[in-house]
C-alpha cells in the first residue's frame, strides 16, 4: 500500500498535468457550501479547509451552512450554482446518493448534477449512547434493546443513517425506531437532554470530548477494523456479518466547471493538507486523511449509489417518515 506523502505526491502531479490554469481566476471570494449545521464534524473540517485554502488561492474561502433536507438543500444549492469557480461544496459521497431519495428534484443526478474536485478523507459511522445506557459494548446493547417492549428510538441526521439503522434491525431483529435530527450537534443534544438513549453518527471533537468525560460512549463502529477516531470500539461487523460502511468525503463543484479550476483548486487541497501533523489533526476532527483523485470519488460514489440501491431493494425504508 502506498504511503500517503507517496499518494499526495502522485496526486500533485495529476493534478498539474492538465489543462493551464485560468489567470484571472480567481477575482473574488469564493463560497463553500456544507449541507449541515455549524457545530458537526463536517463543520470543523470545511472551515478548517477554508482557511487553509484562502492563502493558497488568493481570495477569501467561506462556508456557507445551507442545511435542511437532510442534507438535500445544500447539495441541490451547490448544483444549481453557477460553474464560474467560485461555488464548492463539501460532504460524502453518500450525502449525494442520499438526495434522489428524499427530494422530488429529479433533474438531479448524484453522478452527472455535481462533480468531485478531490477526496479529502473517510470515516466510519459510530454508534453511541448516553452514559445511562446499561451496556457498554454492542453485544451488551443487543442484550439491553431485547428487553425493550417498546423498541429503541436511534437518532441521526439523513437518509443513510436512516437506512443504516433500518439495516441493523433486520439483521438483529431489534426494533429500532429512527428518530430524525438536522446533524451532528442537535443529536448529541438530544441525548444528553434525555431524549433519546442512542444514535448514529460520524466522530467528532465534540463527540471525542463528552466520551473522554463519560457522558457517551461507543457501542460499536461500522469500520471492517477498529478505528483511531473512535477509539476502544469494536466494528459492528463482528457480530453482524457485512455491516459496514466507511463515508468518502470531499469536494465538489457544479457540472460545468472549467478543469482548469478544479486542478487548481486540487492541487491547492493537496499542498494544504501535504504538512508535517496534518494526518493527526484530521483525526482530532473526525476524519482519517485520504486525499484521492477526483476519478476515485467518482468510483466510489458510483458504488455508493448501487450498495444503497440494492439495500433498499431488501430494506423497504419510508423517507421522511
Known sequence: MLERREVLVGLAAWAVAGRP???SWPAKPIRLILNFPPGGPTDVVSRYLAQKLSPLLGQPVVVDNRSGGAGAVGILAAANSAPDGYTFLYTATTGLVQVPLITKDASFDPLRSIVPVVGIGTTPIALLAHESLPASDFPGFVEWARKQKGGVDIGGGGPIIQIATAVLSRETGLKLIYVAYRGTAPVV????????KAFFSTPSPMITELMKTGRLKALGVTSAQPS???PGAEPIARHVPGYEQDLTYALFAPAGIPPSVTERV???VLQALSGPGESERFLEFGLSLKPLPAAEVSRIAARDAETIRKTLETTPVKFGE
Open 189 to 196: 443534544q438530544a441525548a444528553l437532554g434525555g431524549e433519546i
Open 228 to 230: 483511531r477516531l473512535v
Open 266 to 268: 486540487a492541487a491547492a
Open 21 to 23: 490554469w485560468a489567470q
